[in-house]
């Protein structure tokens, strides 16, 4: 009767593994797409084709950006993430005695021939477990320097010295490095490791094979842009679109790509989604606590999605009239074909090439000398002083995003400068080189005894004139077309040339308004021009 009772026990939980194993029968998930951010993220189209109802196990789990999870499916399906022991083929990368021999009867001989030889059973030790990080009111424990954000702590320094044997006379410690020769009974069983596994769930109503789709935001895959000007020919340029991709995501075979540029807003993208297993409450926690630095005038803006912003370079006077192109939001997707591209893998290639017109220019800038309160300040931009530029209009049919442009003639390396967010059609400066021929100076005064006092609510100021003047000498034995742009605070009087005037976004409500001057004109060779102008400025 007994015997009876085993062989049903037996019977049973035989069959509720199989149905366990059936449940979650493994099925492979094909990355069809991925859309690649500037600054680390990437859009991610997963499908996995399901054979009806069920609950089946993809291996390759997913790290999601926190909120950017979605399955799509003609029925509903539930995802879960859990835990499952496997077993891997021995490597180098796993080579772990107690764990490859667990269970398994060893002999071992030691480099030192004075050591008997011992054997044994390996032990099979149980996993680590994670400990609590966090208790149940979200408060971080108070553990000082033994405080794992991770949970797990990290293994000690000798985790893996020590093979642990259990002999006939008890538990044996051997130190793995004194081992010469080690001989284990039985077949090779491999490496058993508990590993994620992806879960889905298709609910009942899928009486036939179904497609979910899995899109989410993840780290790891991203794209660097570049372009490459040619001015050899003196009336046409060549421009050159480029890229260099590098995967550190995972393993992608013919996988459709396309190149994001535009500055769209993920607010939580330094956010991993609590669905990973690697997230835990006390991470994520954190990282919702954590506030990501602004991109705003952070000089390696070409990284981000950003154009840095939408006044052309804070450049008044410009043309800013463009091609319509595009609809909805200012994200645009550039797609670059099927690609194969390893893990770990970078590549570099060209998306256009396109002819434009342009025109050689000087443009020569000055910085405000003056804050928001009239109050001389001496602050100096790297941008000012007399540069050489090409200007010309985007020719590609799509917007050119902000990054690093090299002038070229020829074989000719000429310079490297940002390139900012420029429309279809639209007309964009590209700075080469500092203009070393072009001699220039620059001077402002006060006008003496002409200062008034003028209140504005309870605070005092005095409203000062000055007189500035510009100097430029052309050294070149050539005409030089040069574009003069004057910063300065306060209200214009007067100004030779006919200078054309423009408000500056960053003075509309400040005590004194930011104003520039524009002026264009042409300088022939050896010649020098004075350009006076007169403003008034409120300072305290």
Same mark, same amino acid.
């Given at each position: ?44 189209? *997963? ?24 399955? @799509? ?20 990368? %796993? ?11 060893? /002999? ?31 408060q971080q424990p108070q553990y000082g320097w033994n405080y794992y954000p991770g949970g797990i702590p990290p ?33 090779? @069983? ?24 899995? /899109? ?9 842009? %570049? ?51 690697? /997230?835990?409450?006390? @991470?994520?926690?954190? #990282? ?16 981000? #999605? #950003? ?26 997707? @550039?797609?670059?074909?099927? *690609? ?17 017109e342009y025109e050689r220019i000087v443009e020569w800038l000055i910085t405000d000398s003056r804050d928001v ?10 941008? !000012?002083?007399?540069? !050489? ?29 940002? +390139? ?16 070393? +021929? ?47 742009? *004057? ?32 002026? /264009? ?20």
């Amino acid at each position: 009767m007994l015997f009876r009772s085993i062989r049903i026990l037996a019977v049973l939980i035989c069959a509720l593994t199989v149905a366990h194993a059936a449940d979650e029968a493994p099925l492979k998930s094909t990355i069809v797409s991925v859309g690649l951010f500037k600054n680390g993220l990437c859009v991610v189209k *997963r499908e996995v084709k399901l054979p009806g109802a069920g609950t089946f196990a993809v291996d390759d789990v997913p790290e999601p950006i926190h909120g950017t999870w979605s399955v @799509q499916c003609d029925v509903p399906v539930e995802t879960r993430v859990a835990e499952r022991e496997i077993v891997e083929p021995v490597t180098a990368a %796993n080579l772990d005695f107690q764990k490859s021999l667990a269970g398994k009867h060893v /002999t071992i001989r030691f480099r030192d021939g004075q050591i008997p030889p011992a054997e044994g059973t390996v032990e099979a030790l149980p996993e680590p477990k994670p400990a609590d990080a966090w208790n149940r009111t979200y408060q971080q424990p108070q553990y000082g320097w033994n405080y794992y954000p991770g949970g797990i702590p990290p293994p000690a320094a000798n985790a893996n010295r020590f093979l642990i044997l259990k002999t006939e006379g008890g538990r044996v410690y051997i130190d793995s490095g004194m081992i010469a020769y080690l001989n284990a009974d039985g077949k090779d @069983q491999g490496v058993k490791t508990r590993k994620p596994v992806l879960l889905l769930t298709a609910a009942k109503e899928a009486d036939k094979p179904v497609t979910a789709t899995i /899109t989410y935001l993840s780290k790891g895959l991203a794209w660097a842009p %570049n372009y490459r000007i040619d001015i050899s020919d003196p009336k046409q340029l060549s421009i050159e679109q480029a890229a260099v991709i590098k995967n550190e995501l995972t393993s992608l075979e013919n996988t459709e790509m396309q190149l994001i540029s535009g500055y769209p807003s993920v607010q939580v993208g330094h956010v991993t989604s609590p669905l990973s297993l690697r /997230t835990t409450w006390a @991470q994520y926690f954190q #990282q919702v606590r954590e506030q990501p630095q602004s991109n705003e005038g952070n000089p390696g803006i070409y990284m981000n #999605q #950003q154009s840095v912003s939408n006044g052309v370079g804070n450049r008044s006077g410009m043309d800013l009239s463009a091609v319509p192109a595009g609809e909805g939001v200012d994200v645009y997707y @550039q797609p670059i074909g099927p *690609r194969t591209l390893a893990e770990g893998e970078s590549l570099a290639l060209t998306i256009d090439r396109q002819k434009a017109e342009y025109e050689r220019i000087v443009e020569w800038l000055i910085t405000d000398s003056r804050d928001v309160y009239g109050r001389i300040q001496n602050v100096k931009s790297d941008d !000012d002083g007399a540069w !050489d530029a090409v200007r010309f209009r985007n020719p590609f049919k799509f917007p050119m995003t902000t990054a690093p442009a090299m002038v070229v003639s020829g074989d000719h390396f000429n310079g490297q400068r940002m +390139s900012c967010w420029v429309n279809t059609g639209e007309e964009t400066i590209i700075q080469v080189n500092h203009a070393l +021929s072009i001699r220039t100076s620059n001077s402002e005064h006060e006008i003496p005894g002409a200062r008034e006092e003028v209140w504005v609510g309870n605070t005092q100021y005095h409203k000062v004139l000055v007189n500035g003047e510009l100097k430029i000498n052309n050294h070149r034995k050539e005409d030089v077309k040069v574009v003069i742009r *004057r910063k300065f605070s306060g209200e214009l009087i007067s100004a030779d040339g006919e200078p054309k005037k423009g408000l500056l976004e960053d003075g509309v409500y400040a005590i004194n308004p930011r104003n520039e001057l524009v002026w /264009t004109i042409t300088l022939k060779s050896g010649e020098e021009k004075a350009l006076a102008y007169k403003y008034s400025v409120l300072s305290n």
